[in-house]
């Protein structure tokens, strides 16, 4: 589950992260409220207004923007509230601001540089650790470094039974250039970073630009934050974080009934019991010359109701032109799925493309006659060949 920048800082903060301290706001006068609290408390009399959407590159869609008075803030809070946001991350379609974070510029004069840094905490699945991934060219072209000057990211894998060491800590911050009381700044902020990140059951951190003040003082300027789902139910405070707003509604109605459902841009609906299944179904629409138009987990307890719930999701798209149920019946019995189906068909009524159901396993054969003799308008089949083939059949009609 993706969070806010601002709900990201608040978790960090609360591990002892230093961040750029911020207020958020959902409209042009909170927005002048919230600049006015942060020059009484952090004297800050310039502030940052950073539109607050799912997705990175904000800054060269023009959704972070420095304002020097609070004139200027409500102008540019005014701006950004409300604008479809198109950003690398977001897709031709843009995304919705509906609020901004007002935050402290730390971009203040000094004795010495400011300097951005690139640092974030992930898992690395391949090889069963954690990895802090770090890099001294931090900001918003981080992806162009990746691409042409990958020798300048470091990579350093934690074993998650230890976690990170106290070395491996000093190892970042010595790669990073630093020295000094910079140095251990570092060092404290990596150690915090890391235990927010496994304390938090999250699958990602990533900060960019991590800053190192004019006063050597090291902070977080962003934060995107991915929450892991499977964790959600140790930390409800965190489950009350999730922004429907800012998630596909038909995944967000998929996910109220348990489905586990991610739009795709093709012609056949796919409705399956099991991930790896569902992959292999994808394989066979394309084989058949069609284009998968979703993917649609029902779960092991596939029956009338879930069937009815998947056929509303897959329906609401358009482009669909028929629909391929694929079960395999392990823990269900294909029997009961077939009749969750001819039960499920006749509640919604006219369905208006053609159905292929495939089941295997247990109690396929009644399972087909079911099917078969329902008289509604749907295609069984047993044999992953004969699925492919009627997928083929109903697209050439």
Same mark, same amino acid.
């Given at each position: ?14 591990? =002892? ?38 997705? *990175?590159?904000? =800054?060269? *869609? ?52 400011? !300097? ?10 391949? !090889? ?40 491996? %800590? ?28 496994? %304390? ?23 934060? !995107? ?10 930390? &409800? ?11 596909? &509604? ?137 699925? %492919? %083939? ?8």
């Amino acid at each position: 589950m993706n969070i806010h920048e601002y709900q990201g800082k608040a978790i960090l903060k609360s591990f =002892g992260v230093r961040i750029q301290e911020g207020i958020v706001a959902e409209t042009p006068a909170q927005a002048v409220e919230a600049a006015k609290k942060l020059k009484q408390e952090y004297n800050s009399d310039w502030v940052v207004v950073k539109a607050q959407i799912h997705a *990175g590159g904000r =800054g060269k *869609g023009g959704g972070v923007k420095l304002a020097k008075n609070l004139e200027e803030v409500k102008e540019i809070a005014g701006q950004i509230i409300g604008m479809q946001l198109i950003t690398p991350q977001t897709g031709p379609e843009g995304k919705l601001v509906s609020k901004v974070l007002i935050a402290q510029d730390v971009y203040y004069p000094g004795e010495s540089e400011t !300097k951005e840094f690139y640092v974030s905490v992930l898992l690395d699945r391949a !090889k069963g650790k954690n990895i802090v991934m770090y890099s001294t060219e931090g900001g918003m072209d981080i992806e162009h470094v990746a691409e042409h000057t990958p020798h300048l990211i470091f990579k350093e894998e934690v074993d998650p039974k230890v976690g990170l060491q106290g070395f491996q %800590a000093r190892k970042i911050a010595f790669n990073l250039g630093l020295s000094g009381e910079a140095f251990k700044e570092m060092v404290k902020f990596i150690t915090a970073l890391y235990k927010a990140y496994e %304390a938090t059951d999250s699958s990602m951190f990533e900060i960019n630009p991590v800053l190192k003040t004019s006063d050597n003082k090291i902070m977080a300027v962003d934060a !995107k934050v991915n929450l892991d789902d499977n964790g959600l139910f140790r930390h &409800p405070d965190f489950a009350a974080m999730r922004d429907f707003n800012e998630e596909d &509604p038909t995944e967000v109605e998929a996910s109220k009934s348990n489905l586990n459902y991610v739009k795709l841009d093709g012609n056949v609906g796919c409705m399956v019991n099991g991930a790896g299944l569902a992959m292999a179904t994808m394989d066979i629409i394309k084989i058949a010359g069609g284009e998968p138009a979703n993917f649609l987990d029902v779960g092991g307890t596939a029956n009338a109701e879930t069937v009815k719930a998947g056929f509303n999701i897959i329906l609401k798209d358009p482009n669909v032109r028929a629909i391929l149920i694929n079960i395999f019946g392990g823990i269900v019995r294909c029997d009961r799925v077939a009749q969750g189906v001819i039960d499920a068909y006749r509640e919604i009524g006219n369905i208006p493309v053609p159905i292929i159901v495939r089941l295997q396993g247990t109690n396929a054969e009644e399972a087909k006659k079911l099917i078969d003799e329902s008289g509604l308008k749907v295609f069984s089949a047993i044999q992953l060949k004969e699925a %492919a %083939a009627l997928v083929t059949q109903v697209l050439a009609d």
